[in-house]
């Protein structure tokens, strides 16, 4: 039990109040207690209620008239006895010094965050427990706003960041057709590329992040053609192995060039790895088999059915039908057999080509 007279204090020149009494300890520290913000309950080892200040009578809404000397499990709802016997229990074995508890009272729209501890005597013996109320609905309320605004924050990054790659998007798109647009032979090259690929890749893994990045890898796949030499670019002619060499760096320059946007970061690694051959003889690194980027090996398909059936300056375009025998014939060798089975399907049944 709490020892409920504390002794009285002695020291002169304290206020000694109305009476002429100097008050004493017991009743400075009830006087506290009654004064502080926070609703106190103190129950004793008994747990029976020794003490409700003026805040927790109004938190709880009842009268301590009502509650004092009461066992504090009796006093709440039948289905809750359990759960406090449990939770005075917890404090009594000392499992915890102190646990908190969020409570809500909807009826008047009010938050508690709730305190309970054990209260121990110098030998660490169980002689009660205090329930510290506070008024937590402002806090709340701060809290359920910074998480409103946070939320509105995030949205508008998202906002921001699809916009700026939207951005990015037509750009990198505009300097392909820019580049394009000046030769008549590679004249919408990109984009056929772009429509073939993808619609290879949604047969597959339908509409999706896959069949989504390489629609825009198949624009962007040649963008690093920008970096080689306008003579070898538009030479009328056939190249020099010299010059065949140079036209080879442009899927190194294309990465370079896609690789510092964060949203392009996969987009680069297909235009590194577009002319890669499933045999391994292709370029830049002679990535063999399943090896080369999944997307890459689609992008090769696509690219050299619109090459083959391009015009060129030094022979004329290639029938769709012959170009899609090249396939054929070129699976397992120059490209990936799966996809290119896929591509025939789609071309067989005018899906593509
Ligand atoms: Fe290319």
Redesign the pocket.
């Known amino acids: 039990m709490i020892k409920k007279d504390i002794r009285a204090g002695t020291g002169s020149g304290c206020y000694r109040g109305e009476t002429g009494m100097k008050p004493n300890e017991h009743d400075i520290f009830r006087a506290t207690l009654e004064q502080l913000p926070e609703g106190i309950i103190i129950v004793d080892a008994d747990d029976e209620i020794i003490f409700v200040n003026r805040a927790a009578e109004e938190i709880r809404g009842v009268a301590r008239d009502r509650i004092l000397g009461r066992s504090v499990i009796l006093c709440h709802p039948q289905k809750s006895h359990d759960r406090v016997r449990r939770a005075l229990q917890f404090l009594r074995e000392g499992r915890a010094g102190a646990f908190v508890r969020m409570v809500a009272d909807t009826r008047r729209g009010k938050h508690y965050e709730n305190t309970y501890a054990a209260i121990r005597d110098k030998r660490g013996n169980y002689i009660g427990s205090v329930v510290i109320s506070r008024d937590v609905t402002e806090r709340r309320r701060l809290e359920e706003e910074k998480a409103v605004y946070l939320q509105n924050l995030e949205q508008k990054v998202a906002q921001l960041t699809a916009g700026f790659e939207d951005m990015c998007v037509s750009a990198m798109t505009s300097l392909v057709n820019a580049l394009e647009a000046k030769d008549p032979y590679t004249k919408g090259h990109s984009l056929r590329v772009s429509e073939t690929a993808s619609r290879m890749a949604e047969h597959v893994y339908g509409v999706s992040p896959e069949a989504r990045e390489v629609q825009l890898a198949g624009m962007l796949?040649?963008i690093g053609?920008v970096g080689l030499r306008e003579s070898v670019l538009h030479k009328p002619g056939r190249l020099t192995p010299e010059e065949f060499e140079h036209v080879k760096e442009?899927?190194v320059i294309g990465e370079r060039i896609l690789l510092p946007i964060e949203r392009f970061r996969g987009v680069a690694k297909l235009a590194r790895h577009?002319?890669e051959r499933f045999d391994g003889m292709g370029y830049p690194d002679g990535l063999k088999g399943k090896e080369i980027p999944e997307g890459a090996r689609i992008l090769a398909i696509a690219?050299s059915y619109d090459a083959m059936t391009s015009d060129r300056p030094y022979r004329g375009p290639m029938e769709p039908e012959r170009a899609a025998e090249e396939i054929k014939k070129n699976l397992g060798s120059q490209f990936d057999p799966e996809w290119g089975r896929v591509f025939l399907e789609l071309f067989y049944s005018g899906t593509v080509g």
């Open positions: 796949h040649d053609k442009h899927p577009h002319h690219d």
